[in-house]
């Protein structure tokens, strides 16, 4: 048991080391974003190099400049579309949920390590268990917690858009340009839907900083999961856009066809309700029915028939 308890010891520090190691890399990977993002404002590029000599600050620059590009592509695709759908849109976030993963994982390895190692258990389960533990804290449950929360916030949005469109419309239909409509509604929608109120702060943000209103308003669509109704939403504003349309009157339209969809969609579960009930009711439900009603008859009839007491 000595060499067990050894073993895994010597396990547990490699781990910790690694994750040691693993949690300086992200801050240096930080340090030097902020870095490069303060030489660009400073407007330190590589158009003012000297005597084309390459220094530690050109270096710094190429890095941040591949870091950036690859954050562009792979923000939302794969895992960080996860985190994204999920909720966590910043890279702090992202790293707090692996810090946080490694640490559970291993602090119950090593405590359930300790325990089986006291509780006189072989090598072959402790082995056996701790993989298990790896592969549920590591892979399965962080994988469901992420869907999960990211259904949460997309029920949430498909919940609140066509109240949104109608807050849209108003604005609209008052005078205002779409921008300013946009704004206006998500500060409104900030007490009902904090998940809508950012993606819409964000469209906003986006269109003033000089991104053309198609493009943010297909960001503003894929950021929300490329959800159908989201889809439409976004392709018939644009379509009203381009041919002159008034975006009003495009906007009741899909509203009352959003309206439509949410009715059929309850219609739906309301009949699917009859027959997702059959099996509970069948099993569940019915035999202690049965035993209730029918047994003081049986026992009555036992007595009676055998005279038992």
């Not at 792979?74 to 759908?85: D, I």
Request: with cysteine.
């Amino acid at each position: 048991m000595g060499s067990v308890f050894l073993f895994f010891a010597s396990l547990s520090t490699f781990f910790a080391i690694a994750f040691f190691v693993f949690v300086l890399s992200v801050q240096f990977t930080e340090k030097i974003n902020r870095w490069g993002s303060r030489y660009d404002r400073l407007g330190l590029s590589e158009s003012k190099k000297e005597n084309d000599q390459t220094t530690f600050r050109d270096i710094i620059q190429s890095y941040v400049k591949q870091k950036k590009q690859k954050n562009v592509k792979k923000r939302h695709s794969g895992p960080s579309k996860q985190f994204y759908l999920a909720g966590y849109d910043t890279a702090a976030s992202v790293s707090a949920f692996v810090v946080i993963k490694w640490v559970i994982t291993w602090a119950l390895v090593l405590a359930f390590t300790i325990g089986m190692v006291a509780a006189g258990l072989d090598f072959a389960k402790i082995l056996v268990l701790n993989i298990f533990i790896i592969i549920g804290c590591m892979f399965v449950m962080p994988t469901f917690y992420l869907r999960s929360k990211a259904n949460a916030r997309l029920n949430e949005i498909r919940r609140h858009l066509a109240d949104t469109i109608d807050l849209l419309i108003i604005c609209l239909e008052a005078g205002l340009g779409f921008d300013a409509a946009l704004l206006r509604v998500a500060q409104e929608q900030r007490r009902s839907s904090q998940f809508i109120s950012k993606e819409l702060f964000h469209t906003n943000q986006e269109i003033l900083a000089g991104l053309s209103r198609e493009a943010a308003l297909r960001n503003l669509a894929e950021r929300c999961g490329n959800q159908p109704d989201m889809q439409s939403l976004v392709a018939v504003i644009i379509q009203a856009e381009k041919i002159g349309a008034s975006v009003a009157k495009t906007l009741r339209t899909q509203k009352d066809s959003i309206r439509f969809k949410r009715r059929q969609s309850a219609q739906e579960a309301v009949m699917k309700l009859p027959v997702k009930l059959a099996f509970p009711l069948i099993f569940f439900i019915f035999p202690p029915l049965i035993l209730i009603i029918l047994g003081p008859a049986v026992i009555q009839f036992a007595q009676s028939m055998f005279g038992a007491q």
